[in-house]
């Protein structure tokens, strides 16, 4: 039977297990609207486009599962670039389906039409446009393929309404096979070999693990390693919840906002074990002087990340839990017990470096709220049980440093692209994949402001998410660069001027609370986890003039930090 | 140093503008780029000649795998291989240079391939020395134009590639 382009994008979308679409209408798309008025899926009407991509990245880093967003032609398709771009940057899978002007009428410039294949070329890990309705099945079915296998990514497909509307017999395509694209997973057995006896021959090694842990839900698998031999562990933003936050072995996070314990093991190591990361700036500081005395090896499934910024020493080319699995398996069981003592002086230096400078700041009874605190107390109430979003800036670096992730997946944040206004609809599409968690989001009061028009959403969809806004009312880490190395030259970053956020919440049908004052945090924080079937907004006024520390200043080496 | 690498791509529109893109946004280098179907009509070669020292070559190298619709890269430095470029020079000729400009063709192999009263116009194929080398002998009677083709290359060894 003939179906149109329309019915079969939503039946292939069906076959690909999708149970929810991200989206917003449009002229070019009205078909698939259409055939959506009587079709068996959700779809969440967001009140922007960028936040609908924000949603299915949020969607797909709390499940594993691609994030699914559809919108039209034009600004529709524009407006998702800088979502494309987020979900890119941390490598994750996004399928963007975009509607474009009918085929006759590409390049005339016609209404709504922009060159959305042209534009996202650079920030997606291949983008499709249909051209003739005999392909849409197959390219639908590579695009999630694309998107979900090697290292993920986004995919986007540009769908013209004409091939929306014309017909075809429909039959999806059981398998996919692209000569062009032949992602590998296992690691080479020698480089395994050698890794394992690089690690068992270093006297001082750390464990630096990335977001791929997360991605390729090797938690386990990395756990089992770090626990197996003994190694201090620290991971990079990405990598949050990729190791217990509450395990004995791990170190905090590494890097320009990271602990002094993990910055300096991983300036004194003699071997360190890269898994899934991919030594961002942020991460290694001043790159000549990154590690100086380690070896390095490096598991990626990424050829590209291996020696880009930094030389590798081993290189192990897959996917980490596959790597991972196998290389535990090398472990000589006989070895394991004296390689452990051999590390007691390096655990005593680790410990000596975590006791001297621990991150802490002070909560005076009386004072201004500290931001830190309120984290604690946001880990204190949720017991930990929550999947937190951030923001970026300040409140994502005490959000990283101050809440413990136990378990992957529950630290949600834009961490290559840092995009401002992520957090509150990563929330959302959190919170849409699972209903029943506590999802909170942490916001700055200048980013929370660049996608607040998702209060709508949220209301709509009975959203219970959670957003602690730490509200210092200004664009707290700008200004702390600018009280550090500006000499405190206050250039545009006083936000002061602001809606009330406790109305606004109430003005969309939310609720919001507000605290001023540090005994008033527990309380706020308890009445809004105990809202069960609308957003809550907690305002918590916080001192404005709290930095975030440690820091390494950019382009300084990671052993040069301002602590206080 | 300079490389000249050739790259199987999918022939289909868009690529060119993927590994061109690629390119400029990682800061790589091309100096020269052409593009010709294969026998399989369903592929497409692209003959780059790029300069980097070696790590910047790994990157372009394993960047342009990474990209889908590429099938297949290989870097032609420290093989052994012929390269060859097309260069078509339009020269002023009058009564009294023609029989000159005629010689300088021969001794190079060229051709004349246009005439015209007050020019002739030069074929020339051959590696970038051998153009360089006629175009400075050729300058003296007065080039008017020169347009060249980008650079190709294949592996002297009989493999397929």
């Known amino acids: ?564 | 140093m300079r490389h000249t690498i050739s790259v199987l791509v999918t022939n289909e529109f868009g690529v060119l503008s993927r590994i061109s893109g690629l390119f400029s946004g990682r800061g790589f280098n091309i100096e020269s780029l052409s593009v010709a179907e294969t026998l399989d009509p369903r592929i497409s070669r692209m003959t780059i000649v790029t300069s980097g020292d070696e790590k910047v070559l790994e990157q372009i190298n394993k960047q342009l795998n990474k990209l889908i619709s590429v099938i297949k890269v290989y870097d032609f430095t420290g093989e052994e291989h012929i390269e060859r470029e097309l260069a078509m020079i339009k020269v002023s000729a009058n009564q009294e240079n023609r029989a000159e400009i005629l010689s300088v063709v021969d001794i190079f192999r060229a051709r004349i391939v246009d005439v015209s009263p007050r020019s002739y116009t030069v074929e020339i194929t051959g590696d970038n020395e051998k153009i360089a080398a006629i175009t400075e002998l050729l300058r003296p009677f007065g080039i008017k134009e020169i347009v060249r083709t980008g650079r190709i290359a294949m592996a002297r060894t009989p493999k397929q590639r």
Not at chain 1, 301 to 328: A, F, R, Y
Not at chain 1, 376 to 385: C, F, H, I, S, V
Not at chain 1, 442 to 448: E, L, V
Request: glycine residues 8%; hydrophobic residues 40%.
């Open chain 1, 1 to 564: 039977m003939k179906k149109n382009g329309a019915l079969i994008f939503l039946e292939c979308l069906k076959k690909e297990g999708v149970d929810t679409i991200f989206g917003f209408p449009g002229g070019v798309v009205l078909p698939i609207y259409d055939e959506l008025y009587d079709f068996d899926l959700n779809h969440i009407l967001v009140r922007h486009e960028q936040g609908a991509v924000h949603m299915a990245d949020g969607y797909s880093r709390a499940t594993g599962r691609p994030g699914v967003v559809l919108v039209t032609s034009g600004p529709g398709a524009t407006n998702t670039v800088t979502g494309i771009a987020t979900a890119y940057m941390d490598s994750i899978p996004v399928v963007v389906f975009t509607g474009q002007v009918p085929t006759a009428l590409i390049g005339n410039d016609a209404f709504q039409e922009a060159d959305i294949v042209g534009i996202t070329r650079p920030c997606t890990k291949h983008n499709y446009l249909v051209k003739d309705i005999k392909d849409l099945p197959r390219i639908i079915k590579e695009a999630f393929y694309i998107a979900t296998t090697g290292r993920p990514g986004p995919v986007l497909v540009d769908l013209p309404k004409d091939v929306l509307t014309a017909e075809a017999e429909y039959k999806y395509p059981e398998k996919v096979h692209i000569d062009s694209y032949q992602p590998n997973y296992t690691g080479h057995p020698g480089q395994i070999k050698k890794a394992v006896d690089f690690i068992l021959k270093s006297k001082r090694p750390v464990i630096y693990a990335g977001g791929g842990v997360v991605l390729s839900n090797a938690a386990p698998e990395l756990k089992a390693l770090a626990e197996k031999l003994k190694l201090p562990a620290t991971t990079t933003l990405m990598g949050l919840g990729g190791f217990p936050g509450t395990h004995p072995l791990f170190m905090g996070m590494l890097g320009m906002h990271g602990t002094y314990a993990a910055n300096m093991a991983v300036m004194n190591t003699d071997c360190l074990i890269a898994i899934g990361a991919r030594f961002d700036d942020r991460v290694t500081g001043k790159i000549d002087e990154f590690a100086p005395y380690a070896g390095i090896v490096h598991i990626d499934i990424d050829p590209t990340s291996i020696s880009k910024n930094v030389k590798v020493d081993i290189p192990i080319v897959g996917d980490v839990k596959s790597v991972l699995k196998d290389l535990l398996k090398l472990i000589p069981a006989q070895k394991v017990r004296e390689f452990k003592k051999t590390l007691e002086p390096w655990h005593s230096q680790v410990r000596q470096w975590e006791e001297t400078h621990r991150l802490s700041y002070k909560q005076e009874p009386k004072g201004k709220i500290k931001p830190q605190y309120v984290i604690e107390r946001l880990y204190a109430a949720t017991k930990g049980d929550a999947i937190i979003t951030t923001e970026v800036g300040q409140n994502q670096m005490w959000a990283a440093q101050f809440f413990k992730y136990d378990k992957p997946r529950t630290f949600i944040s834009s961490g290559g692209l840092g995009t401002m206004g992520f957090g509150f609809p990563a929330a959302i599409g959190a919170q849409v994949a699972m209903p029943k968690k506590t999802v909170i989001g942490i916001a700055g009061d200048g980013s929370f402001q660049m996608n607040i028009q998702e209060l709508a959403t949220a209301v709509q969809y009975k959203l219970p998410v959670k957003i602690a806004i730490l509200n210092n009312m200004v664009l707290g880490m700008v200004r702390q660069w600018q009280e550090f190395f500006y000499d405190k030259r206050y250039s545009h970053t006083c936000i002061s001027v602001a809606p009330d956020f406790v109305k606004l919440a109430e003005a969309y049908g939310a609720v919001g609370l507000r605290a001023k004052t540090p005994e008033e945090v527990d309380g706020v924080i308890k009445e809004a986890l105990a809202v069960k079937d609308r957003p809550v907004i907690m305002d918590f006024r916080i001192d404005q003039f709290e930095p975030v520390l440690p820091m390494v200043p950019a382009g300084q080496p990671l052993n040069k930090m301002l602590l206080v």
